[in-house]
């Protein structure tokens, strides 16, 4: 079985988050950058099937600019085998990322592709079923446990209330959840290791995708700020202000 | 631009997230070693990082070396309890043979073997290694040896030490740092053999002991490198244990000004963040200026080194700027915390005693000055 994992390189999830002045977007000059976590849980769980003998390869790969290529090395520490790095600057929303992986499938022919439900910049939650239907795939989303064999997978999801084991057909597409598993960290000599591995280099044209933008971003904004909160005197008073200040009952 | 080695870095900043305050203090209050951190640290491979790849490590350079450790100290951990477990192999690794390299380098760069105790100072000589006391003397196929050391760190957590030595008396050599040797003890067959090993209590958790050798018997086969010179040895790793420790010292202040940054921006006093005072921003700014600095200079020796360089004057420079710098952030950090730094909860007053040491050890800052002045500035010797 071979086994692609899709990575996005997005701001760490340490940093605090600021807003551009001029409300296009968020700063991200000299911030820290890393996997997104629910991709880290992606590797992980192609690292751990490629470790338990189920898969024979695992390829990593990331859209973005050059520096997607250290996101990359960090997959590669953990256990990617190879790695494929689409290389735009422009923004990818997450239609051009599944017809990117669309056309990523079509020539490597792998058997599961593995991704994060989401990525923590934008919180979409998109591509995964994005690319599940353009591809005509099952799809097991939110996994908390995945098993493969026998040409199948079982996918317990994480639902509303509980956990729902369904069976799907491979070849499918699977975004994981929090629970899945813990990534692991890349010992030294892994990372050096990983310094070896090749990436394959290609863009959005190679691969005739149009990524070109189909939404505008208006404006970005802070939240907010949470204004201080009252005491009140007694369960009269509170019941009084849900009822005619905030109007919630 | 020189590499920064983000890809190791953040793999150990990872790592030491599993070691908050709270397990430090825990080991502090017990005076306890962090074993489970020194586990992680081995398993991650972190610890054989200088050791060349053909021996099973990753053979990267000090430059490499000095990532890892500044990251440890600037996560708030200590790396004091395994930091030797990198280094203390150069000497094998430069002046053993062939047959001690191969049957100990691969062990140290797994973690199967422990090398990270040293025997050099003596209680009647410090820094003056020269006169040392304690000797090694050829009794057929082995060595005897007789004397005491102190300050030995890590001893007990240690499966080998490396020891100089005397092998002939000084009055009997031209140079006074002839006739020293190098040896290579196997610790868990010395104990009760001659070896006997105490603990010194000190003001910080930092595994340090004395050790007696009563007729200690080891095989001649133990002595690295040539007999006699065992002192010359010994110094060309002093160059790389200072740009080392100066490392775990910028590590050391960027975590007591990140620290006093987050304090003075979200303590409020009067109605408004302490940090909105110049008063208390301008120390903080000074402390990373100074950081800043020590940087660079730690930075250009670790490179000299790597490069194969002299370079004595550059490294002696890193540890005692770096030094200089992480206790002026350690002041820094205790005076905009207030009270609060005080209490151990804040890990303030922990790091702040744990980063007083490097004014003393390796090597003490007024040594530095004395090197500085009579080999860069060709001062009179003063000692």
């Known amino acids: 079985m071979k086994v692609l994992v899709a990575i996005k390189r997005v701001i760490d999830y340490n940093v605090k988050i ?54 990359i090395r960090t997959a590669l520490a953990m256990g990617a085998d190879r790695g494929i790095h689409v290389e735009t600057d422009d923004e990818v929303e997450p239609l051009a990322v599944a017809k990117l992986l669309k056309a990523l499938i079509e ?11 989401q990525a923590i910049d934008d919180d979409s939650n998109q591509t995964g079923q994005m690319l599940a239907a ?11 446990e995945l098993e493969v064999a026998d040409g199948k997978a079982k996918v317990t999801r994480e639902i509303d209330g509980g956990l729902e084991t369904i069976q799907i057909n491979m070849p499918a597409v699977v975004t994981t959840d929090l629970r899945l598993n813990t990534p692991r960290y890349a010992s030294l000599p892994n990372i050096m290791k990983a310094k070896k591995k090749p990436i394959d280099e290609s863009s959005p044209a190679d691969l005739g995708v149009d990524i070109s933008a189909r939404l505008a971003t208006l404006k970005v904004t802070e939240p907010s700020s949470r204004e201080a909160g009252v005491i009140v005197e007694d369960v009269a008073e509170l019941v009084d202000k849900l009822k005619n200040e905030a109007k919630v009952i | 631009m020189t590499e920064n080695f983000e890809d190791i870095r953040s793999s150990v900043r990872a790592l030491c997230a599993e070691f908050p305050g709270e397990y430090w203090r825990k080991l502090d209050a017990e005076k306890a070693y962090p074993t489970e951190f020194v586990k992680t640290m081995t398993e991650g491979g972190f610890l054989g990082v200088l050791i060349p ?26 790396a004091a309890a395994c930091h030797a477990q990198m280094y203390t192999m150069g000497t094998v690794l430069r002046h053993g043979s062939d047959a001690q390299k191969t049957e100990y380098l691969p062990k140290i760069a797994s973690g199967e073997l422990r090398l990270q105790a040293f025997g050099v100072t003596e209680p009647t000589s410090g820094t003056d290694a020269t006169r040392i006391k304690t000797t090694a003397l050829k009794d057929g196929d082995e060595y005897v040896v007789n004397g005491q050391k102190v300050w030995t760190s890590r001893v007990e957590h240690s499966d080998l030490m490396l020891l100089l030595a005397r092998t002939s008396p000084r009055e009997d050599n031209k140079k006074r740092h002839e006739g020293m040797s190098v040896f290579l003890i196997d610790i868990r067959e010395a104990v009760d053999n001659g070896l006997t090993i105490r603990p010194i209590p000190t003001m910080i958790n930092h595994a340090t002991t004395e050790v007696f050798f009563d007729d200690l018997r080891i095989p001649a086969s133990s002595l690295i490198g040539e007999e006699g010179k065992g002192f010359k040895y010994i110094l060309d790793g002093m160059n790389a244990e200072r740009i080392l420790i100066a490392s775990e010292c910028i590590g050391d202040a960027r975590w007591f000004i990140e620290k006093a940054s987050n304090y003075a921006r979200d303590r409020n006093v009067f109605g408004r963040a302490i940090g909105e ?28 080194f790597d490069a194969g360089e002299p370079c004595g004057a550059e490294a002696n420079m890193a540890k005692m700027l770096a030094a200089d710098a992480s206790w002026q952030a350690a002041d820094m950090c205790l005076q905009t915390h207030g009270g609060f730094g005080f209490a151990e909860e804040y890990d303030v007053e922990r790091k702040f005693r744990e980063t007083r040491l490097y004014q003393i050890a390796p090597i003490s800052t007024n040594l530095i000055l004395s090197y500085l002045a009579e080999h860069v500035l060709d001062l009179p010797r003063s000692y």
Request: hydrophobic share 40%; glycine share 10%; with cysteine.
């Open chain 2, 277 to 304: 005072n110049q008063g208390v921003q301008f120390p903080i700014a000074k402390a990373y200026a100074a950081m800043a600095a020590a940087d660079l200079m730690v930075k250009k020796a670790a490179q000299m």
């Open chain 1, 18 to 71: 600021r807003v551009k002045s001029d409300e296009t977007g968020v700063e991200t000059t000299n911030v820290k950058m890393s996997m997104n976590p629910f991709d880290e849980i992606a590797v992980e769980e192609g690292v751990r099937l490629r470790e338990n003998g189920s898969a024979e390869e695992l390829i990593a790969v990331s859209i973005g600019p050059k520096q997607a290529q250290e996101t």
């Open chain 2, 53 to 78: 790849e053909e021996y099973d490590g990753s053979g990267l350079g000090l430059s490499a070396a000095t990532a890892i450790l500044e990251e440890i100290h600037q996560s708030g951990c200590n």
């Open chain 1, 107 to 117: 020539k490597e022919n792998p058997d599961l592709v593995v991704l994060g439900k």
């Open chain 1, 134 to 144: 353009l591809v005509g795939w099952s799809q097991g989303t939110f996994a908390s």
